[in-house]
């Protein structure tokens, strides 16, 4: 397989580490170079509570018992993610990223669009440089009208959907097929934080919340979504005769590198997206496919 450049940019905290990491771990035994952006273009920092566990148990806001974990070792990622992060923070790019002003599409080959859910996300998701620069990885084709391939799993489709094309002024997500963190998943660990684990900080599982008025969800990532999208039908959830299904939608089963039951991703050409931290081997895997179809097909 030809070594291709792949950019990943990142929030400066609270991305989700088995997202970020595992996406990274895999492309890189791949043989691919995977580059990183933050803000600034300092070191970026995952969520802490996803790495620890710690503040994830309803008696995390006693003094004294924080460090005290039960529900949140379950909560936290799991050892994949946990080893995978731990790598990650060794790899020389991840150390010294690039700022999101310096980026250009032509220096890259792919780039994958990685979640979380902590308020650290909001300036990821809001940025109007990272919005152009995603905008730009659409609207920019081969002699087949192909785009770049690209890769987003859970709030990392948020920004994709707020990203703008030049060319026909909606959402770079119009017209295509999506998933991306249901509300059926959000609003269970919404509610887990909000009357267990974290009941005096309820909105922690929310990036954004309703406004007054507004119905329960319109925030959520699959209504964003929806919006930004040609039909609602484009966004593509697992069917109710799908092979393991329980396991697809339990919020409880995740993949692994050799086990893509638990998994739900997308593909429409050369996008690939996916739900949560349980599809991120399946997702990573197949988008190593993708490039290798995509890059191969141009030759």
Request: proline share 5%.
């Amino acid at each position: 397989m030809t070594k291709l450049k792949i950019i990943m940019p990142i929030p400066s905290r609270d991305f989700d580490p088995t997202e970020v990491a595992v996406s990274w771990r895999i492309l890189r035994d791949a043989g691919h170079e995977i580059d990183f952006a933050t803000p600034d273009g300092k070191q970026g920092h995952a969520d802490p509570m996803m790495i620890s566990g710690e503040g994830l148990d309803p008696w995390a806001w006693l003094p004294g018992l924080k460090k005290i974990r039960l529900i949140g070792l379950l909560l936290r990622a799991d050892r994949c993610g946990r080893q995978a992060y731990r790598a990650l923070e060794q790899d020389p790019r991840f150390l010294n990223p690039k700022s999101w002003d310096a980026l250009k599409v032509d220096d890259y080959d792919a780039m994958v669009l990685a979640g979380g859910h902590a308020k650290g996300m909001k300036p990821y998701l809001e940025s109007k440089v990272l919005q152009d620069f995603v905008a730009d990885f659409f609207d920019t084709t081969d002699a087949r009208g192909r785009h770049k391939p690209v890769a987003a799993v859970c709030h990392g489709v948020v920004l994709a959907a707020r990203s703008l094309s030049k060319k026909t002024g909606k959402s770079v997500l119009f017209g295509r097929k999506t998933t991306a963190l249901t509300w059926k998943l959000e609003s269970t660990a919404w509610r887990l934080s909000k009357y267990l684990v974290r009941f005096w900080d309820a909105g922690y599982y929310r990036t954004y919340d309703e406004a007054p008025g507004e119905p329960a969800g319109y925030r959520s990532v699959e209504m964003e979504i929806k919006r930004a999208l040609a039909q609602d039908s484009d966004f593509v959830d697992v069917a109710a005769d799908a092979p393991d299904y329980r396991a697809k939608t339990s919020g409880m089963a995740r993949d692994r590198i050799d086990d893509a039951r638990p998994a739900w991703v997308v593909r429409d050409g050369q996008y690939i997206s996916a739900r949560w931290p349980g599809d991120v081997h399946t997702f990573a895997q197949q988008f190593v496919t993708l490039l290798d179809q995509h890059y191969t097909a141009r030759t």
